[in-house]
Structure formats: structure tokens, C-alpha cells
């Protein structure tokens, strides 16, 4: 071998020492950089599941506050006997008052 080939060969062994060693450096930043990107998207993603657990423990707190159906049915019916009952009472104070009525006006002409 001549000294030629010798310095080329050591050239490009540099060379290629050089090259690996950039890219090393390079995956050893992706490496890192991904793994902070990892992290951070864990805690983001923590922080939205808490606040959706907070949100779900409001619902569920406030659904706790309803009335269920069949009791808004049972209120409902009552409140709709009792205006029957209010109608019915009015209905008849209207007849007797209007009966009083008749009686005033022809009840005169009957006795003189």
C-alpha cells in the first residue's frame, strides 16, 4: 500500500468517525426532545382528564338534584286535582251568586 491509500483510508475513516458521531449526537437530541414532548403531552393530558372528572362529579352531583319522573307525574297530578277542585268551587260560587242575583230582582216583584 502506498502512503496515499494510507492517508484515504484514514480520511475516510475520520471521516466516517465524523459522520457517526453527528448522527449519534442527532438521535441523542431526537431521543431527548421526544421524550420531553412524551412528558409534556402526559401532563396535558393528565390535567384534561382531571378537569373532565371534575366536570363528570358536577354532573353527577347535579343530576342527584332531579326529581325522578314518576314523582313529577305524582306532583303534577296532584296540582292538576287540586285546580279541578279550585274550578269546581269557583264554578259554584258563580251559580249561587248569580241564583242571589235572581232571587234580588225578582224576589220584589213577587211580594208587591
Same mark, same amino acid.
Given at each position: 500500500?502506498?502512503?496515499?491509500?494510507?492517508?484515504?483510508?484514514?480520511?475516510?475513516?475520520?471521516?466516517?468517525?465524523?459522520?457517526?458521531?453527528? #448522527? %449519534?449526537?442527532?438521535? *441523542?437530541? @431526537?431521543?431527548? $426532545?421526544?421524550?420531553? +414532548?412524551?412528558?409534556?403531552?402526559?401532563?396535558?393530558?393528565?390535567?384534561? #382528564? %382531571?378537569?373532565?372528572? *371534575?366536570? @363528570?362529579?358536577? $354532573?353527577?352531583?347535579? +343530576?342527584?338534584?332531579?326529581?325522578?319522573?314518576?314523582?313529577?307525574?305524582?306532583?303534577?297530578?296532584?296540582? *292538576?286535582?287540586?285546580?279541578?277542585?279550585?274550578?269546581?268551587?269557583?264554578?259554584?260560587?258563580?251559580?249561587?251568586?248569580?241564583?242571589?242575583?235572581?232571587?234580588?230582582?225578582?224576589?220584589?216583584?213577587?211580594?208587591?
Amino acid at each position: 500500500m502506498d502512503e496515499n491509500q494510507t492517508k484515504a483510508q484514514i480520511n475516510i475513516r475520520d471521516y466516517l468517525d465524523l459522520k457517526f458521531g453527528e #448522527l %449519534e449526537k442527532r438521535l *441523542e437530541l @431526537r431521543d431527548r $426532545l421526544t421524550d420531553k +414532548a412524551l412528558m409534556k403531552a402526559e401532563s396535558t393530558l393528565a390535567i384534561r #382528564l %382531571e378537569s373532565m372528572n *371534575e366536570f @363528570r362529579m358536577q $354532573l353527577k352531583s347535579q +343530576a342527584g338534584t332531579f326529581i325522578t319522573r314518576e314523582e313529577f307525574e305524582i306532583h303534577m297530578r296532584r296540582t *292538576e286535582d287540586k285546580i279541578a277542585y279550585l274550578t269546581k268551587i269557583i264554578y259554584i260560587g258563580i251559580g249561587a251568586l248569580a241564583v242571589v242575583q235572581l232571587l234580588i230582582r225578582y224576589t220584589p216583584n213577587l211580594i208587591g
